[in-house]
């Protein structure tokens, strides 16, 4: 006679025998620690303070030793080592009793990561960290006008920029006075060619260190004259050619450009000193990019070439190709290698 099988006891015994891998897993705590922490400041920090590591917006730990059960920590393993995961924190002083006065601090870095909601929703501790405590140096500023500027990409002037309103109020430190009071905005070529053909807006920004940019909480418009009268068209008729070449592919291909009297010329529009740097200064006036993978295309292929433009005029608007890039049609061919050293006798 077949005997009945209790299911009840059955269930029990799964559900104890569930438990007790649980509380192994819980119980078999591991040491993890984690290199190439960083600690910086938020964004959030009260505009009327300048929040800083020794005037720096961030520090780097050289390690975190974090304990847990084995199978948080093996996620964590996991997740750093295909890049799904960054131990990168942010720090508030509000968040923080007593450090909101001016002045220098010292913060206690495993107090602060323990704190921290990625320690916490993942289920471990903080038993230790390099460096274990961090000065922060806090200064109140204080609002004050500063007049607003232009540059270009390499600190030029932009002299002719009309910025609306040429005033911004800003937070600055309380001794800033005179040329000081100046917010900059810095223009690419793009965008000053954007400033010519109607207002450009941009946040001005002050350095309140050199790791500490402070962008004004307002934009500007800025505008600038068109310059196309001030530009006349040239043909550059004595234009050459560079191959630029990968470090891969250097000394083992030469070119062969099978339309060269496509580039014989080139037309652009120009100041006078502008055309001059161009043909003078420029050691290739048109580039063609040979990069790696262009040698494994059989027979003839086709590029955009580039138009190597004297930058400093660029941004200055005066100079501008006049015509559409030119394709150039070559062929790579391979150069024979160097012959080694005869054999001795």
Known sequence: MARKVKYGKVTIVVIITVLIWVW?????????????????????????????????????????????????????????????????????????????????????????????????????????????????????????????????????AIKDAIIDPAQVDMFVPLDWEGEKLIATIRLAAGEIEQARQGPFKAKPYILLAPDQIREAPESVRITLPPQEEKLQGYNITSATIGFVFSPVLQGKYKVELLNPQDMAMVRIKATADAKSAYESQQPFQILLYILDGDEKKKGGQSKKVVYDLPQEFVSKGEIVLNQQPVTARFELVPLAPEPGPSPGP
């Open 24 to 156: 192994a897993d819980l119980a078999q705590d591991e040491i993890f620690t984690v290199p190439n922490a960083t600690i910086s400041i938020a964004k959030s920090v009260n505009p009327g303070l300048w929040v800083s590591f020794g005037e720096e917006s961030s520090v780097s730990l050289d390690d975190i030793v974090l304990k847990g059960p084995a199978s948080k920590i093996a996620d964590v393993e996991r997740e750093l080592n295909d890049g799904s995961l960054s131990f990168a924190f942010f720090f508030d002083p509000a968040q923080e009793e007593a450090m909101t006065t001016p002045g220098e601090h010292s913060l206690n870095v495993p107090s602060f990561l323990r704190k921290s909601a990625q320690i916490k929703e993942r289920g471990l501790t903080v038993e230790s960290c390099k460096p274990e405590s961090i000065t922060v140096s806090v200064v109140e500023l204080i609002q004050k006008k500063l007049k607003a500027r232009c540059i270009d990409v390499d600190g030029r």
